[in-house]
């Protein structure tokens, strides 16, 4: 009720200290870059959204992500054994086994580079938005409604008040 109250204007809102509303308007908006950063991040190191689902699901169910061939070490695969089709020996083979070298060092050190940046990066903010935003969030809950119970009780005591004053000018 009172809340409903002080949403169309009829009843007295306990405003907060400025510095507190500032903190919570800060604790927003860190929530709100995390989430933004988070979710471009998961998109910049898995581009495949099937992928994302599939890894997002394993996390959920608390199982190990299979292990996935980059596309660089698919290529490199693919370059090794068309050297082998042409023959080791030939120019072209030689060329395709030493590009196709490189490619598998790239792609192992872009799954090495993924695994990281999931661990390092992408795990604290995971955790900030499961831990200590969830604490911020229920805090904030408990503290709106005792505000809502405080001003209840503020605007009853003037009803009472108010009751009584007329009560002792009729008598």
């Known amino acids: 009720l009172q809340f409903t109250e002080e949403k169309l204007g009829q009843a007295e809102k306990t405003e907060l200290d400025a510095h507190f509303e500032n903190l919570l308007a800060r604790a927003d908006c860190t929530k709100n870059w995390t989430e933004k950063i988070l979710r471009q991040t998961e998109v910049l190191l898995q581009p495949n959204p099937s992928a994302r689902v599939e890894e997002f699901l394993y996390e959920k169910l608390d199982r190990k992500v299979p292990s996935r061939v980059t596309n660089g070490e698919l290529l490199a695969q693919y370059m090794t054994e068309a050297a082998n089709?042409?023959?080791?020996?030939?120019?072209?083979?030689?060329?395709?086994?030493?590009?196709?070298?490189?490619?598998?060092?790239?792609?192992?050190?872009?799954r090495d580079f993924i695994h990281s940046a999931s661990l390092n990066f992408l795990t604290p903010l995971r955790n900030f938005l499961e831990g200590d935003w969830r604490t911020i969030a229920k805090e904030r809950?408990?503290?709106?409604?005792?505000?809502?119970?405080?001003?209840?009780?503020?605007?009853?005591?003037?009803?009472?008040?108010?009751?009584?004053?007329?009560?002792?000018?009729?008598?």
């Open 85 to 110: 089709d042409f023959g080791p020996g030939t120019p072209y083979g030689k060329t395709l086994i030493k590009v196709g070298e490189t490619q598998r060092r790239l792609g192992a050190a872009e």
């Open 141 to 171: 809950r408990i503290l709106q409604n005792r505000r809502l119970d405080l001003d209840a009780c503020k605007a009853r005591l003037k009803k009472a008040k108010a009751a009584e004053a007329k009560a002792a000018v009729t008598v």
